[in-house]
């Protein structure tokens, strides 16, 4: 399986942007699909994520009600909308999926991920 993120990019703040991650190969292996960030001297922090069918999703108290993150299994695509943006929101953004096999951990836990993108950057200027 290989991921793919995109939609990055540089933005006032208060604006949005629209992430999205492509996935190929094996995707039907992939069970939940999430985000993480990480800002430059920081861990990398989960941000949101979503189940296989789309009937829970999960977010960081930081984003919620700002993101939303939804999925189209047919185009093995996830996307987070991010709106109201805010300088803190600046990160690395990265898009991650995990097996059935890892189901009974928290979605929050990044160690939990068995598949990783490459990162797309977002920056926020105030």
């Known amino acids: 399986v290989q991921l793919q993120a995109s939609g990055g990019g540089s933005v006032q703040a208060g604006g949005s942007l629209r992430l999205s991650c492509a996935g190929s190969g094996r995707t039907f292996n992939i069970r939940d699909m999430g985000w993480f960030r990480q800002a430059p001297g920081k861990e990398r922090d989960f941000v949101a994520a979503?189940?296989?069918?789309?009937?829970?999703?999960y977010y960081a108290d930081s984003v919620k009600g700002r993101f939303t993150i939804s999925r189209d299994n047919t185009k093995s695509t996830v996307y987070m909308q991010m709106n109201s943006l805010k300088p803190e929101d600046a990160a690395l953004y990265y898009c991650?999926?995990?097996?059935?096999?890892?189901?009974?951990?928290?979605?929050?836990?990044?160690?939990?991920?068995?598949?990783w993108g490459q990162g797309t950057l977002v920056t926020v200027s105030s």
């Open positions: 991650a999926g995990r097996t059935w096999s890892q189901n009974y951990r928290s979605v929050t836990d990044s160690s939990s991920y068995n598949y």
């Open positions: 979503i189940s296989w069918d789309s009937s829970r999703t």
